[in-house]
């Protein structure tokens, strides 16, 4: 029997270390320099009056009726607004008197988020972030819907999204990257949140347009 040799076995060790601390110093970088922008885009938006909010919503909510992406859905996922996002609620009554299908997202275990159909008699209570969303649980398959309205915090030219840093959507449309199957996903915003460069990650599913109350970024 030929003997091991700890020398082999002690290399191959360390690299593995290496690997993985290389890996973890990476992802903590790469959560700073997203949480740093994060912040900063948020003081902007925060910074913004309850008029100028509600104004800027009502146009963002005009432009995106008026697009082809909502003219040419039926089926359409959307959210409950909150902390000085983009009101939806004018865009989901839109949704609903346009009679087209709307769901909105609810938070599942194991970081998972399904989308309910919901109606105008929908009842919701608050997830552990403290979002309203819907009681039922009657959901749908995403890869059936045409368009998803999506939230974000910061997003740039590229149609790079920073989000609050949960993770949710880019795991459900993760088999949307190289990829042209369905639903569409609409980033809508203010102004405000326009950032120069978002580095993109291998997780991170990009947005196939962004809206703001200025119009498209393309």
């Known amino acids: 029997m030929t003997a091991a040799n700890p020398t082999c076995f002690s290399g191959s060790r360390a690299t593995v270390h290496n690997d993985i601390c290389g890996r973890l110093s990476y992802l903590i970088l790469r ?17 913004m009056s309850c008029d100028e909010k ?10 995106v009726i008026q697009s082809q992406y909502f003219i040419e859905a039926n089926k359409i996922g959307c ?8 009101e939806t609620k004018y865009l989901n009554k839109a949704i609903l008197e346009s009679k087209k299908s709307l769901y909105l997202p ?25 979002i309203p969303e819907p009681i039922d649980d009657k959901s ?16 740039d030219s590229n149609k790079n999204r920073i989000g609050m840093g949960g993770g949710y959507y880019d795991r ?8 042209k199957m369905k639903p569409n996903l609409l980033g ?26 200025t119009g498209f970024i393309c």
């Open 79 to 86: 959210y409950v607004s909150t902390n000085n996002e983009v």
């Open 140 to 155: 749908v398959d995403v890869k059936s819907m045409d368009l998803i309205i999506v939230p974000l915090v910061a997003f």
């Open 188 to 213: 809508i915003a203010f102004d405000c949140q326009f950032h120069n460069k978002i580095q993109s990650d291998s997780w991170d599913v990009n947005l196939t347009n962004v809206i703001t109350e």
């Open 31 to 47: 959560y700073m320099e997203k949480n740093k922008i994060r912040k900063y885009v948020l003081q902007k938006r925060n910074a």
């Open 172 to 179: 459900k449309f993760n088999y949307l990257k190289n990829s």
């Open 106 to 130: 609810k938070i599942r275990s194991k970081n998972q988020m399904d989308f309910i159909v919901s109606h105008k008699k929908t009842m919701y209570q608050k997830n552990q972030y403290g």
């Open 54 to 63: 509600t104004a800027a919503s009502k146009l963002v909510t005009c432009l």
